[in-house]
């Protein structure tokens, strides 16, 4: 466990008290000024710990943390792709938040193995997420399924959930989509929303299902109804393009208000685009500046390229060109073509740096080659002035 995260919780507990855990932009501009830049991934573990519910549960059992344990292991891993060992990280330190010891593993195992033989579908489950994480067990993908089929066939929704994925990915099983699709919808129809949004997203590319748009919106919309951010997003551009509904820009903007306002960088984006055009809201340059900014805080590249023009052009902002090279450069690094081009424009007329044609050439040869037409032209004017050294068009 990393005591330096923990002291200075402690310390923010100390001078806020624990209300402040459930305030996730408080916490984060409190636990930054405290930690001096230091311990960025591991606030990021911890501030999901108290969101999602972690810290609460250990802190009203504590007793029970081999099965918070487990569960936030397999709900992590779906929703957040943390590793075990993540998880374990979280979990030390809330318990050393809470002052309780962090006491070696029990002799736990043969207690659950006897009630999952006796039928508790807890119990199966949470046996066969300990075989599929290696929890105290030589890892075991078969053992895995058979504990959660037995769990999924008494309807435990966890476990259809993952009898579900484990059919999909043939993992510890055949692969099979028709079981797949089977067992998802048996969790998904229990409201679990994890399974809810991957059947949309089956549905609306076909994967291992029939592709069918219409049945991709109502699973989003299930999902998103319950507060899930990639859900949300989904089911924005559904109906911005029109896919299983009638296209509806002001349902499209609501969907992305929502998702954004939970640190979804793509929905802040296409929100940040429908205040910058006025599709579905009233067109508003500061609000679309306010998402585009925020977005390429979280590292979308379309969005670090639209708020780099913003900052060029003086939209919604003071024209500052030293920020609009910054987000230019930090957009093309990700490969965003419209970035490239544009730095490539920079480099060759001297907008904020130092003429170079070389460079012009290799920031449009990059956008080029990404199919920008934009890029393919200025590379072929570039080849009539007779400037810089370029190897293609």
């Known amino acids: 466990m990393n005591k330096g995260v923990v002291e200075i919780l402690n310390?923010?507990?100390?001078?806020?008290g624990e209300e402040v855990f459930g305030n996730r932009l408080l916490l984060g501009s409190l636990f930054a000024d405290y930690a001096k830049g230091?311990?960025?991934?591991?606030?990021?573990?911890?501030?999901?710990?108290?969101?999602?519910?972690l810290f609460d549960e250990l802190k009203e059992n504590p007793e029970n943390r081999a099965d918070i344990r487990r569960r936030y292991r397999i709900r992590m891993d779906s929703e957040y792709c943390w590793t075990a060992e993540q998880v374990d990280f979280a979990v030390s330190c809330c318990l050393a938040l809470l002052g309780e010891e962090e006491f070696p593993a029990d002799d736990g195992l043969g207690r659950l193995t006897e009630a999952a033989e006796s039928g508790d579908a807890k119990s199966q489950f949470s046996l066969g997420l300990a075989y599929e994480m290696a929890d105290g067990v030589a890892q075991d993908y078969g053992k895995a399924v058979f504990w959660y089929s037995k769990a999924a066939h008494q309807g435990l929704v966890e476990a259809q959930h993952k009898l579900g994925l484990c059919?999909?990915?043939?993992?510890?099983?055949?692969?099979?989509?028709?079981?797949?699709?089977?067992?998802?919808?048996?969790?998904?129809?229990?409201?679990?929303?994890?399974?809810?949004?991957?059947?949309?997203?089956?549905?609306?590319?076909?994967?291992?299902?029939?592709?069918?748009?219409?049945?991709?919106?109502?699973?989003f919309a299930q999902a998103a109804g319950q507060g899930y951010a990639d859900a949300q997003f989904n089911l924005g551009m559904m109906y911005r393009e029109g896919r299983g509904m009638a296209r509806n820009d002001s349902k499209a903007a609501y969907w992305f208000s929502h998702a954004a306002k939970q640190g979804h960088a793509a929905a802040a984006c296409s929100l940040g685009e429908c205040y910058l055009i006025g599709i579905g809201v009233a067109g508003d340059e500061f609000k679309a500046v306010y998402w585009l900014r925020r977005a390429a805080k979280l590292g979308n590249s379309q969005a670090q390229e639209r708020y780099a023009e913003c900052c060029e052009k003086g939209i919604g902002c003071s024209k500052d060109m030293e920020q609009a090279l910054h987000w230019y450069v930090k957009a093309a690094g990700q490969g965003n073509a419209d970035a490239q081009n544009r730095l490539g424009e920079c480099c060759?007329?001297?907008?904020?740096?130092?003429?170079?044609?070389?460079?012009?050439a290799i920031f449009w040869e990059q956008a080029a080659s990404r199919g920008l037409k934009r890029a393919v032209d200025n590379l072929r004017q570039l080849r009539r002035d007779d400037r810089?050294?370029?190897t293609s068009i």
Not at 11 to 16: A, E, G, K, P
Not at 179 to 205: C, D, I, M, P
Not at 348 to 360: H, K, M, P, T
Request: no cysteine.
């Open 11 to 16: 310390r923010i507990q100390s001078d806020r």
């Open 38 to 53: 230091e311990f960025k991934g591991e606030f990021h573990l911890m501030s999901l710990a108290f969101s999602t519910g």
């Open 167 to 219: 059919y999909y990915s043939g993992r510890g099983v055949a692969q099979d989509y028709a079981q797949a699709e089977y067992w998802s919808l048996k969790a998904a129809q229990q409201g679990h929303t994890v399974a809810q949004f991957n059947l949309g997203v089956r549905y609306s590319y076909g994967l291992g299902a029939k592709q069918d748009y219409g049945k991709a919106a109502r699973w």
């Open 348 to 360: 060759y007329y001297g907008i904020g740096v130092n003429l170079d044609y070389n460079q012009a």
């Open 388 to 390: 810089g050294n370029y």
